[in-house]
């Protein structure tokens, strides 16, 4: 019989970006020209966990 034991460790990482507001060009960046974006307090948070 065979037994294994096995240690629990967490490994946890949290992150948080805001979100963006762009006021005019979202489509012409993609072919280079400007746009007018801000940040705003709204965003998002990610909680991401390992169990090794």
């Known amino acids: 019989?065979?037994?294994c034991s096995y240690a629990l460790r967490?490994?946890?990482v949290?992150?948080?970006a805001p979100g963006k507001?762009?006021?005019f060009g979202?489509?012409?960046v993609v072919y280079g020209h400007p746009a007018v974006?801000?940040?705003i307090e709204q965003g998002v948070n990610?909680?991401?966990e390992k169990f090794v």
Do not use: K, P, Q
Request: charged share 10%; hydrophobic share 70%; aromatic share 4%.
């Open 37 to 39: 974006a801000i940040a």
């Open 1 to 3: 019989m065979i037994i």
């Open 46 to 48: 990610v909680s991401i």
């Open 26 to 28: 979202e489509h012409a």
């Open 21 to 23: 507001c762009i006021l």
């Open 14 to 16: 949290e992150a948080f």
């Open 10 to 12: 967490l490994t946890m």
